[in-house]
């Protein structure tokens, strides 16, 4: 199991908005709170997500654009 994992702590759900290290970047939504797992979809600049739970370098978020679930690394993310 990831470590990242055994540290999640769900929390009331709130809103975070993208901010890539570049304003024509992208930030990835992965299915698990790792670098290496797989991306399952990308959030341009601006990208509103639902935190779902919080772990030490990760969110757990909904896109509430498609109801998908995975995990964003909390340095290119800003709480609205």
């Known amino acids: 199991m990831?470590?990242?994992?055994?540290?999640?702590?769900?929390?009331s759900p709130y809103t975070v908005?993208?901010?890539?290290?570049?304003?024509?970047?992208?930030?990835?939504?992965?299915?698990a709170?790792?670098?290496?797992?797989e991306r399952i979809a990308t959030c341009p600049q601006g990208?509103?997500?639902?935190v779902l739970a919080e772990l030490k370098n990760w969110y757990q978020v909904q896109d509430p654009a498609t109801g998908m679930i995975g995990f964003v690394s909390r340095?290119?993310?800003?709480r609205k």
């Open 33 to 37: 709170p790792t670098t290496e797992a």
């Open 2 to 11: 990831n470590a990242e994992f055994s540290s999640a702590k769900k929390v």
């Open 75 to 78: 340095n290119y993310m800003t």
């Open 47 to 50: 990208k509103e997500l639902t």
């Open 17 to 31: 908005v993208s901010r890539p290290s570049r304003a024509s970047g992208w930030v990835n939504l992965r299915w």
